[in-house]
């Protein structure tokens, strides 16, 4: 069973800036593809970035919306994802999920909710115009 607990969310002045930490129980951590995913109110739940176990394979949402403005990173040692956020805007508005699979990079789909297997509580983050 792997446990994941985000945090950094809050409430941000749209153009500004917030860093998502999520920390996983898993053992060894390094085996895990990580993701990030987003869920707005009354909106299905969407891919955000992914991060391969090495972190030398990362994924975005192909979305103008998100491209240029975020950056997924991970501490293997401290077992711990980051989502870094810049530039937000209100519509990045949602409750964002950290999320595992155990699943290799290669044959998988980082970008689908079906490929995680372990999903975090979630941290709302809020941007005001």
């Known amino acids: 069973q792997v446990q994941l607990v985000e945090s950094g969310g809050g409430l941000v002045q749209a153009g500004g800036s917030l860093r998502l930490s999520c920390v996983a129980s898993?053992?060894?951590?390094?085996?895990?593809?990580l993701g990030w995913f987003r869920q707005a109110p009354g909106e299905e739940r969407d891919f955000v970035a992914a991060?391969?176990?090495?972190?030398?394979?990362?994924?975005?949402a192909d979305t103008d919306s998100m491209k240029g403005r975020f950056t997924i990173s991970r501490d293997n040692p401290k077992k711990t994802v980051y989502l870094q956020m810049n530039s937000l805007k209100p519509e990045d508005t949602a409750v964002y999920y950290c999320?595992?699979?155990?699943?290799?990079?290669?044959?998988?789909?980082?970008?689908?909710?079906?490929?995680?297997?372990?999903w975090g509580q979630g941290t709302q983050v809020t941007v005001s115009s």
């Open positions: 898993a053992r060894p951590f390094s085996n895990y593809i």
């Open positions: 991060i391969s176990w090495s972190g030398v394979r990362t994924l975005y």
């Open positions: 999320a595992a699979s155990v699943q290799g990079w290669s044959g998988s789909d980082p970008q689908s909710r079906t490929n995680y297997e372990y």
